[in-house]
T-cell receptor, first 111, second 110 residues
């Protein structure tokens, strides 16, 4: 069974601060995805990384896939209250049709 | 948005009763999934389907069954609900490296 561990589980910061969320596994994944979930809704895809060492930027969010494709990080610069939510990483197998999800990081950005 | 709806959105039931949750999609996606979400566990796969009448078990399939008689509908059945099945259930579809999720069903088993 492939497992993904996210850290920290909870993070509460002030508006304007930077933060990093980590997603680690002992298994190699073909792809790594990050989703964001708001209360009462389903997760929504933020990004997919597929190449070891790949870095993708989405406005103030920077995603990195580890060289060995076992880990990933999400860095948010100058966090805003609108970034509040549950961030989930998910590792994909070769076909990409089946995902293994981490436990999630609950981020709260206080104004 | 993949046009995924789930029904009911909320349900309270008693231990031992059968429960069926419905997922409906309008995008003609081949793959569909049922997950449960619990604090500290993230999303765990219950069952998935890779086509009409083609289904397979996920990591937490005990106590659950599924059926898919049409591309657009994927049903999850709890044959005899238990309190450990109290959870939020999400349906999802997959296409081109992305899963699209429904709004979820909150199920409480008393």
């Amino acid at each position: 069974t492939q497992l993904l561990e996210q850290s920290p589980q909870f993070l509460s910061i002030q508006e304007g601060e930077n933060l990093t969320v980590y997603c680690n596994s002992s298994s190699v994944f073909s792809s790594l995805q990050w989703y964001r979930q708001e209360p009462g809704e389903g997760p929504v895809l933020l990004v997919t990384v597929v190449t070891g060492g790949e870095v993708k930027k989405l406005k103030r969010l920077t995603f990195q896939f580890g060289d060995a494709r076992k880990d990933s990080s999400l860095h948010i610069t100058a966090a805003q209250p609108g970034d509040t939510g549950l961030y989930l990483c998910a590792g994909g197998e070769t076909s990409g049709s089946r995902l293994t999800f981490g436990e999630g990081t609950q981020l709260t950005v206080n104004p | 948005d993949a046009g995924i709806t789930q029904s009911p959105r909320h349900k309270v039931t008693e231990t031992g009763t059968p429960v069926t949750l419905r997922c409906h999609q309008t995008e003609n996606h081949r793959y569909m999934y049922w997950y449960r979400q619990d604090p500290g566990h993230g999303l765990r796969l219950i069952h998935y389907s890779y086509g009409v009448k083609d289904t397979d078990k996920g990591e937490v399939s005990d106590g659950y069954s599924v059926s898919r008689s049409k591309t657009e509908d994927f049903l999850l059945t709890l044959e005899s609900a238990t309190s450990s099945q109290t959870s939020v259930y999400f349906c999802a579809t997959w296409t081109v490296n992305e899963q699209f999720f429904g709004p979820g069903t909150r199920l409480t088993v008393l």
